[in-house]
């Protein structure tokens, strides 16, 4: 019995307790990914600097945006270049990446203007 502890002692000491707790082995998982994120499933392939880049677009393009119409953030990524608000349930084409529909927040001054040329 005094050598089996003994055993599992020097187990833990040299790390190989992953085996013995399965929770240990999922933060050394995560941690393998902690500078590139969710590019980390390609592993060393494609260079730092691909992964890099390409980690920055992809929390771009899954965050949640501000919508033009109702200023509120739930505007979701649908496809490419197509987002939808799910607060005004308004659906607009923007970006590949990002809404970036800046000229949709002066559209209701553009009409605003039209509606009063045309009443002069």
Request: aromatic share 6%; with cysteine.
């Amino acid at each position: 019995m005094l050598d089996i502890s003994k055993a599992i002692i020097k187990l833990l000491v040299d790390g190989i307790n992953i085996f013995l707790n399965p929770k240990l082995a999922v933060n050394i998982l995560t941690m393998a990914t902690k500078k590139v994120g969710s590019t980390g499933r390609w592993g060393a392939r494609y260079g730092l600097k691909i992964r890099k880049s390409v980690l920055k677009i992809e929390q771009i393009q899954r965050s949640k945006h501000k919508c033009p119409f109702c200023e509120k953030l739930t505007v979701k990524r649908l496809a490419v270049g197509i987002w939808f608000c799910k607060a005004c349930e308004s659906k607009f084409a923007g970006r590949a990446y990002e809404p970036g529909v800046d000229h949709a927040a002066t559209l209701p001054m553009l009409v605003e203007e039209s509606i009063a040329v045309e009443e002069q």
